[in-house]
């Protein structure tokens, strides 16, 4: 059987599938080891889920450190316990009058960066345990708030109880928060009727595979072709390619310094940030040029090593 590269894929998310059921059926399909995925999507949502295969479940936190964009619809007026349509209701009021300008200003309210505590019902760990499992028990954990950072928050529609918006945010932000809070601002309780992740930075969800065509026929054939290989799973990290020595070195857990790297075609400078290191066009590991001092001194750490088998050739 033909080897299956490694890399990243992305898939279009149906509503009411789990990520982790995602992340089997792909497993199943290209039969390999380690298959993950890059930011989890609730059951209900859908959209953009990056699925990461083989080495690449290495790549998770540099892609998870990327913005994020969705497209969400808040029900006014009808507020449940996980925050959106799949929970039980805890309380319902009249919706007042409210003029989209009037949604508009209070939707200012949000961008920037602010502290966010997680949803009861989320991934977050509390005490070993995920908070989601604890608050199906009845227990309420005292989860920890979290900075986090709305670029923009659009108002697209909104008439009645209900209310469409487009947020673009920070990693780590839950939407169902989100909108709860806006809720409030409005003197009312509300829920996620619906959620589509569009983005995350710089994957787009219309170059995405659907998830119902994991079921298709030929599904084997489409996903490995639509595998984006390692090298180009990070096209915002600035690259080099280093020669054979120099890549084994690295392997080898040998760290490199600036000015061996800059010998490479780029003039680096301490507080470069992360650094892609390819080696006959693979990525062979990802290092970090940061400043050691406040008077421009600086140092490479190695944060992540890709072996390749062309490095030994």
Same mark, same amino acid.
């Given at each position: 059987m033909d080897e299956v590269k490694d890399g990243i894929l992305l898939i279009d998310k149906e509503p009411g599938e789990h990520s982790s059921g995602v992340v089997r059926k792909v497993k199943r399909l290209l039969k390999v080891k380690k298959v993950g995925h890059a930011g989890t999507l609730d059951p209900f949502a859908s959209g953009l889920l990056i699925i990461l295969v083989g080495k690449a479940t290495c790549l998770s936190r540099f892609i998870l450190a990327g913005s994020k964009l969705y497209r969400a619809t808040l029900c006014l007026g009808v507020a449940?316990?996980?925050?959106?349509?799949?929970?039980?209701?805890?309380r319902?009021?009249?919706?007042?009058?409210?003029?989209?300008a009037t949604v508009e200003e209070k939707a200012k309210k949000f961008v920037g960066e602010t502290w966010q505590i997680p949803p009861a019902f989320s991934a977050v760990k509390f005490r070993g345990k995920r908070a989601y499992s604890l608050a199906r028990m009845g227990i309420t954990p005292e989860l920890q708030p979290r900075m986090i950072r709305v670029y923009s928050l659009k108002v697209l529609y909104s008439v009645g109880p209900v209310i469409e918006m487009e947020i673009k945010c920070?990693?780590?932000?839950?939407?169902?928060?989100l909108a709860a809070d806006l809720a409030g601002e409005l003197s009312s309780v509300g829920h #996620? $009727?619906?959620?589509? =992740?569009?983005?995350?930075?710089?994957?787009?969800?219309k170059n995405g595979i659907n998830s119902r065509d994991l079921a298709a026929s030929g599904a084997r054939e489409k996903l490995k072709g639509a595998i984006i290989p390692m090298a180009h799973a990070l096209p915002d990290m600035p690259a080099i390619e280093i020669n054979k020595d120099l890549?084994?070195?690295l392997r080898h857990g040998i760290t490199p310094?600036?000015?061996? #790297? $800059?010998?490479?075609? =780029?003039?680096l400078v301490p507080g470069d940030g992360y650094l892609k290191i390819l080696s006959h066009g693979n990525l062979t590991s990802i290092v970090r040029i940061y400043e050691t001092d406040g008077y421009g001194k600086g140092k490479v750490s190695i944060e992540r090593v890709f072996p390749s088998n062309n490095d030994a050739n």
């Open positions: 449940t316990d996980t925050l959106d349509l799949t929970g039980k209701v805890v319902t009021i009249p919706v007042p009058r409210l003029e989209p920070s990693a780590g932000t839950y939407i169902r928060t #996620l $009727s619906s959620l589509r =992740r569009i983005e995350c930075t710089p994957f787009h969800v890549a084994l070195s310094s600036i000015e061996e #790297l $800059s010998l490479f075609g =780029r003039d």
